[in-house]
């Protein structure tokens, strides 16, 4: 009887294969110019801080802030519905309106008893109407519509009393972080402005080295090389010089045969 036994590749082996293979994969998707994989380095850590920044930082700013100002307007308007049904009004709800207006920033109306609108699409990005939904649903308890699409700076909420139907317009500002999307404008501007002194400098950084890199390409295949100043920091202008110096000494020995 004969047992084959399959022979057990060690972990570490078979890691560094798949790492081989991705690195040689990487390799040759990768620009192969000095200048284009230098600007790879610069570029790429700002775009990942970017975002980071963005998605992680703002977006959880931008949650928290919005939770808390349409949780206030929402407390105002379950202050405004408190008032309505517990103090006697006037007719036309003229007073409660004016208050409203006065001291709450709310467009307040009070409706007759009437069905509320049918539901409509709800976005399926829109933080501001799920957070609408939720605190209207925590503080007020009572049947309700909103429309956070329908008008570009107000917001309609209508919510169903026991004898009349409350319909508020509220700015679109005082319930959602207006000013995040102001703060990334600003962040990627001057990302964009940083990259692009960035980019002029290191060209100047660069072009010594593929100057220097043209000049001994040209001189190995027997080629006519300017005279060309070294330029460049400090490493790169040494080996210019070492490069001028080295031309001299085989035209020298050229010469001399």
Request: hydrophobic content about 45%; proline content about 6%; cysteine-free.
């Amino acid at each position: 009887m004969t047992t084959t036994v399959a022979a057990k590749v060690p972990a570490g082996r078979g890691i560094r294969g798949a790492y081989g293979r991705f690195a040689r994969w990487l390799s040759s998707i990768m620009p192969k110019g000095l200048y284009a994989r230098s600007l790879i380095i610069i570029i790429t850590p700002v775009v990942l801080l970017q975002a980071i920044v963005a998605f992680v930082f703002m977006e959880r700013h931008f949650q928290v802030v919005t939770a808390r100002l349409t949780a206030a307007v929402v407390a105002d308007i379950a202050a405004v519905i408190d008032v309505i049904e517990t103090y006697p009004q006037d007719a036309d709800f003229r007073q409660i309106d004016r208050i409203a207006k006065d001291r709450l920033g709310l467009n307040v109306a009070v409706l007759p008893p009437e069905p509320l609108p049918p539901a409509g699409p709800k976005p399926f990005f829109d933080q501001l109407d799920q957070t609408f939904s939720r605190e209207i649903t925590q503080q007020i308890g009572k049947p309700f519509w909103i429309d956070t699409v329908g008008r570009s700076n107000l917001v309609e909420i209508r919510i169903q009393l026991d004898s009349h139907v409350l319909r508020v317009f509220a700015r679109r500002s005082q319930t959602y972080a207006s000013n995040s999307l102001i703060f990334i404008s600003w962040m990627v501007g001057t990302s964009v402005v940083l990259l692009a002194i960035a980019i002029i400098f290191l060209r100047n950084q660069i072009r010594p080295i593929l100057q220097l890199a043209s000049a001994v390409d040209d001189f190995g295949k027997g080629r006519a090389v300017p005279d060309f100043r070294p330029r460049g920091a400090r490493e790169v202008r040494q080996a210019t010089v070492a490069f001028h110096d080295m031309r001299t000494r085989v035209e020298r020995q050229i010469e001399q045969r």
